[in-house]
């Protein structure tokens, strides 16, 4: 008897494909108004290679072009404005396999470091709202704050404005004391600043501030409102209610301490007028 073997030969052929990987870690930092360049390459993959920037933004002045062999993306210009910038790159070669690194990039503003340029802080009294703004400039943003030594008034805490560049202090002061702190900001290049301030928390008001102004000549006014500063830029409305006269008394106002005073106009819907010119007060 014959038999007759039959066999399925099955062949497998493997093939290795390598992707596309980004080569560069990071990026250098850069100067506000001074020329800017980086290469972000890959490797691996096969070309042409695709590029993206899918999340984030380049420093304001900088843009990206890929290079002619598509092994590169260039990064070429003049920064304009000092901040920290974060970006995540894409490459895709010819077979679909991707590569994505994040970076950030920090430009400093040509010649400058920060400095905070608020000298002193308003006094306050127990069970009085108190506000202050501390600010700062030069530099890069984001700026960091902290407070390296002292204490803020009891009851009155500390937290950066959203553009970092100022920190403000709010709450109602609970103890009648003298309190002494000192501030430190530190922008993104790594250049500090600090600043030593004293608060006198009082227990009750001492003086008050008697205000007057002309009555506006508008026939649909039903009544006014009154601000108050400590700088005569941040600004904070004091009455509780409309005021029906175009008289005000202030009787929470701390001793050693300037404030700034002006009033606007309520008309029979709602709207307010602009805030008159400043007036400047100086507390004995």
Excluded at 73 to 96: I, Q, R, W
Excluded at 152 to 181: D, H, R
Excluded at 192 to 220: D, F, M, P
Excluded at 237 to 258: E, F, M, P, Q, R
């Amino acid at each position: 008897m014959k038999f007759v073997l039959s066999l399925l030969l099955v062949v497998c052929i493997s093939s290795s494909v390598a992707f596309a990987g980004i080569t560069t870690a990071r990026v250098p930092n850069g100067t506000v108004h001074t020329a800017y360049s980086a290469i972000i390459s890959v490797s691996g993959g096969c070309t042409p290679y695709k590029w993206a920037i899918v999340s984030g933004a380049l420093p304001a002045g900088v843009s990206a072009k890929v290079s002619t062999a598509t092994t590169s993306l260039n990064l070429t210009g003049t920064p304009t404005t000092a901040a920290t910038y974060t970006f995540a790159v894409k490459v895709t070669g010819c077979h679909g396999g991707f590569s994505q690194v994040s970076y950030k990039v920090v430009i400093k503003a040509a010649g400058s470091s920060v400095g905070i340029t608020t000298t002193s802080v308003p006094n306050g009294m127990v069970k009085t709202a108190y506000s202050a703004a501390i600010r700062a400039s030069g530099g890069c943003t984001p700026y960091k704050w902290a407070i390296v030594s002292g204490t803020l008034p009891a009851g009155v805490s500390a937290q950066a404005a959203s553009t970092t560049t100022s920190l403000n202090l709010s709450g109602t002061p609970t103890t009648a004391a003298t309190y002494n702190f000192t501030l430190k900001v530190t922008e993104c290049g790594a250049h500090v600043s600090q600043a030593s301030y004293k608060v006198v928390v009082q227990a009750a008001a001492n003086h008050v501030v008697e205000l007057s102004w002309n009555a506006s000549s508008s026939s649909n006014v039903v009544g006014y409102n009154v601000y108050r500063s400590p700088d005569a830029a941040t600004w904070k409305k004091i009455n509780v209610s409309l005021i029906g006269s175009t008289l005000y008394s202030d009787a929470t106002v701390a001793n050693n301490t300037t404030y700034y005073y002006a009033a606007t106009a309520i008309d029979t819907v709602g709207r307010e007028s602009s805030k008159t010119a400043a007036v400047k007060v100086v507390v004995p």
